[in-house]
């Protein structure tokens, strides 16, 4: 039977849920008063005789009905009701410090947000900043707490950890020493979502559970200790022995799939006392495969390995946003840093108009941008900024500007931004339709996804992949670490049809550069090389790439 503070509790939780609704006021704070109300009572509910209950101050004849209600049956349809029809992530995002009901509902109705990953990545884009009431002091405060809030899940973005396997991995190498000590398992698969930091040790288990006790023991399995970081982070170590380093290390990177696969090939053989890993490949006779292609067996066979693309193979910054938009950093500002860190060239491409969250082009707007690009396009030579837009892909598919406004650009990026809730037949007929649009370039996120947030809308990749083909349209790696879409497992099936992936930060600050990189360990698992990428272009064959294109 509930207690006094969960009925209060209830009745609190309703008032918010009514508020974010949008529901009659005065009905919201009514149970609000009474959450105060039964919360200061000195008597349990479950004692009084019901037609006290009534009597109570600030309880009255229908919030009694609620309370019998709950001290009989242990529910409450009303406060049921209005749980179903929030979205879960809204529920979780009441538990956010800062946020109000009011606040939440301005980010559910207005930026078309429903889960806390998704407003951290609007906090990202300064977007939150666009909303009546809320200011870059909101802004931050609400990311600080999403960030502390998030520090305690299970699973993490590997640019989350990245940092601090590495730094574990040097400190445990130092204290263990003279021990061999590896990362190994997801995190050196380099796989987008990491749900444990996992190393390789040559050194016994009793020795490593003292010497590491900078981490919390959680338990021993048959082969592996488990710990817990302050960061909450999980932690998994292999112990070997010293002639069975490189066999563990090779069995522990791989997936199941791989290890089977390497099998079946006649690997088995290459697992020797003492063998390094690329005298496992090479005594099997199989070609070395480097840990972000050990995922699956489909390489194995491959005669020679394609030469993967790197992060010092971008040369240019494409998908970017400025202050025309919802940019952090002047137009100026974003040409400046990326002339600076050494690229050839950056496409700006801000949000057109119908994106009126992220103050979005108007025409008359995109005509001022343009003369503001020509000039420091002057000022900066070589360096080139490309004129582009992200323009919003409509409910109908078409594309967000008239024809003449779009040919204006030297390149379109087309993304969905609204309406995401789609079935996969209303998803590809606006997609399909957006592609076969002769003046777009890119097809931007394809699935709208946000790891560990949004799943996405359901999309048959290759169709898409084949009317890319047909129609000369790029598909973007969206490098933003919470993105990273298209999924890296679409990008062999994409270069065999002879599409153009293109590695794109969606840049909104000079900050956001960097992800070109997660954006360039996602594509190397898909094994794309800088051929097939359209930002390894020098600035002299995306030049040619336009211009070919518009003929």
């Not at 002057?378 to 992200?390: C, D, M, T, V």
Request: glycine content about 6%; overall charge negative; hydrophobic content about 40%.
């Amino acid at each position: 039977m509930p207690d006094n503070s969960t009925i209060a509790d209830n009745f609190s939780l309703l008032s918010k849920l009514m508020d974010i609704h949008g529901e009659n006021s005065f009905k919201a704070k009514s149970f609000a008063n009474a959450a105060f109300t039964v919360e200061k009572l000195s008597i349990p509910l479950q004692d009084m005789p019901t037609e006290e209950i009534a009597k109570i101050k600030g309880i009255g004849e229908s919030i009694s009905k609620s309370i019998r209600e709950m001290l009989q049956t242990e529910q409450w349809s009303l406060l049921d009701t209005y749980i179903e029809k929030t979205p879960s992530g809204i529920l979780e995002m009441m538990k956010i410090k800062g946020l109000g009901p009011k606040k939440i509902a301005s980010i559910w109705k207005d930026l078309e947000v429903e889960s806390l990953g998704e407003l951290l990545y609007a906090c990202n884009e300064n977007r939150l900043m666009l909303l009546k009431g809320f200011g870059q002091k909101t802004q931050d405060s609400v990311k600080q707490s999403i960030e502390f809030y998030f520090s305690n899940r299970n699973r993490y973005l590997f640019a989350e950890v990245e940092v601090l396997a590495n730094e574990l991995e040097k400190e445990i190498q130092t204290l263990l020493a003279p021990a061999s000590v590896s990362l190994t398992g997801q995190i050196r698969r380099q796989e987008i979502i990491i749900d444990e930091i996992e190393l390789v040790a040559d050194a016994a288990p009793e020795y490593i559970q003292e010497k590491l006790n900078m981490l919390s023991f959680i338990e021993e399995t048959p082969n592996s200790l488990l710990f817990q970081h302050a960061q909450k982070v999980k932690v998994r170590v292999y112990p070997a022995a010293i002639d069975d380093f490189g066999k563990s290390l090779f069995l522990t990177t791989a997936t199941p799939a791989f290890i089977e696969s390497f099998f079946v090939a006649g690997g088995a053989a290459g697992l020797t006392p003492g063998a390094t890993e690329e005298k496992i490949f090479s005594q099997a006779n199989l070609p070395y495969l480097p840990p972000c292609l050990r995922n699956d067996g489909s390489m194995l066979d491959v005669q020679q390995l394609p030469e993967l693309i790197t992060p010092q193979d971008i040369k240019g910054i494409i998908h970017s946003h400025s202050t025309w938009s919802d940019g952090q950093y002047s137009l100026e500002e974003m040409a400046l840093a990326a002339k600076a860190q050494g690229f050839e060239y950056l496409v700006i491409s801000d949000h057109s108009r119908s994106a009126f969250y992220a103050n979005g082009l108007s025409i008359e707007r995109i005509a001022e941008q343009h003369a503001q690009i020509d000039a420091l396009n002057q000022q900066l030579a070589p360096f080139r900024i490309f004129k582009s837009i992200e323009a919003d892909i409509l409910n109908d598919g078409n594309l967000d500007y008239p024809d003449e406004v779009l040919a204006s650009f030297d390149l379109v990026i087309a993304s969905v931004h609204s309406n995401l809730k789609m079935s996969e037949e209303k998803a590809m007929s606006r997609l399909l339709k957006a592609i076969e649009n002769p003046y777009t370039t890119i097809l931007g996120h394809m699935t709208g996804r946000l790891l560990l947030s949004r799943n996405g809308y359901p999309v048959d990749h290759r169709r898409i992949i084949d009317a890319c083909a047909e129609h000369n349209v790029v598909i973007e790696l969206n490098a933003h670490p919470r993105r990273l879409d298209i999924d890296w497992e679409w990008i062999p099936y994409a270069r065999k049809k002879g599409v153009l992936l293109s590695i794109d930060p969606d840049a909104h600050s000079i900050e956001g550069y960097k992800d070109v990189y997660y954006g360039t360990l996602a594509a190397r698992k898909g094994g794309l090389t800088a051929e097939g990428n359209l930002s390894s272009y020098s600035k002299e064959a995306l030049e040619k790439y336009i211009h070919n294109r518009k003929k």
